[in-house]
């Protein structure tokens, strides 16, 4: 890791869950000159603000990790903002990073780049082997072009300018700043916000869509920024040995996955709920398994340290301290 602890760093999406994070892990490590804009500060998708911005700031290092994000329901019905946004939030940073001199940026992506029946677990080679998942496909094709263009600036420029654009692809993330909606959030959160209303109006129930029979996996959210600033660092050499010039994204996952069913029996006893958990096997189970192989990142020296059972605790009571809830 640099000993340069000033180094200015700038974080695009300090608000969001992965962003804050990072932040978290930069400042717990000591760096004290950490950039951040709020949306209303800085828009991302206006290529004349982003410009006078980085010529103002100069940062040394970039995390990228805003992004426009939601569920099922949002991507189908606004498909077009999902890829132009996110498209355009990319272009701008990437570039004008580059353009101002950046040397180190770090690209966070998202597991849907790897195809609907991707065979599991799904590592980076599966990329560009078949088809989407199509209800998140215009993310998807948004979040590929971001590491290809992060490729792209490598090989074009990579030896003339110095530039080390690099791509980390995390699994399923919950913990501190997620989204507790209790109609478009995750499957984490929605579970410890059902769960918590079921203990608080005492339900004898709680019934689960589906059989319970889907396996996931799930990564602590500070776990995915400590891999995020741990990828960063490493040396060029080290990075290079486990990536390829047009295959350089590394994959960040928990390394096991659990059944929906041992999922909700967790949350369950994460938030004290002690009555029955029911299943509607009337109800879409989706995919049968998602499952991401960090083989490639384990081999760098990174392994996970939260594990289930802890951070469904963390998160529960980081749930339970915002006022809005």
């Not at 769960?195 to 339900?203: M, P, Y």
Request: overall charge neutral.
């Amino acid at each position: 890791m640099s000993a340069d602890l000033n180094q200015k760093i700038y974080v695009a999406g300090h608000r969001g869950m992965v962003g804050s994070a990072i932040v978290r892990d930069l400042q717990a490590k000591g760096y004290t000159n950490i950039l951040t804009r709020t949306h209303t500060e800085l828009d991302l998708t206006n290529q004349k603000a982003v410009t006078k911005f980085f010529a103002a700031e100069k940062p040394a290092q970039v995390y990228l990790a805003a992004a426009k994000v939601g569920g099922i329901y949002a991507n189908n019905t606004f498909p077009a903002e999902f890829i132009y946004d996110n498209l355009m939030v990319q272009n701008n940073v990437i570039h004008q990073a580059f353009a101002h001199g950046v040397k180190k940026l770090l690209f966070l992506g998202s597991s849907c780049i790897y195809p609907k029946l991707a065979p599991q677990p799904m590592s980076e080679d599966a990329l560009l082997t078949g088809k989407l998942e199509p209800t998140n496909e215009p993310y998807a094709i948004a979040k590929i072009a971001g590491i290809k263009m992060c490729e792209s600036y490598n090989r074009q420029y990579g030896q003339s300018h110095g530039v080390d654009y690099r791509s980390v692809m995390p699994t399923n993330l919950y913990g501190p700043g997620d989204n507790y909606h209790p109609e478009n959030s995750h499957v984490i959160p929605a579970l410890i916000r059902r769960f918590h209303e079921a203990k608080v109006s005492n339900a004898p129930e709680v019934v689960i869509w589906g059989t319970g029979t889907p396996r996931r996996e799930f990564l602590y959210v500070d776990d995915m920024a400590a891999a995020s600033v741990f990828v960063m660092h490493l040396d060029k050499a080290t990075y290079d040995s486990q990536t390829e010039p047009m295959q350089s994204h590394l994959n960040v996952g928990y390394g096991s996955d659990v059944t929906i069913a041992e999922l909700a029996a967790a949350v369950a006893k994460a938030t004290g709920y002690q009555g029955k958990i029911g299943f509607d096997a009337t109800k879409p189970d989706g995919s049968p398994r998602k499952w991401m192989s960090s083989e490639r990142l384990n081999k760098l020296g990174w392994t996970p340290k939260i594990n289930l059972e802890l951070g469904l605790s963390n998160a529960y009571q980081e749930m339970l301290s915002r006022s809005s809830i």
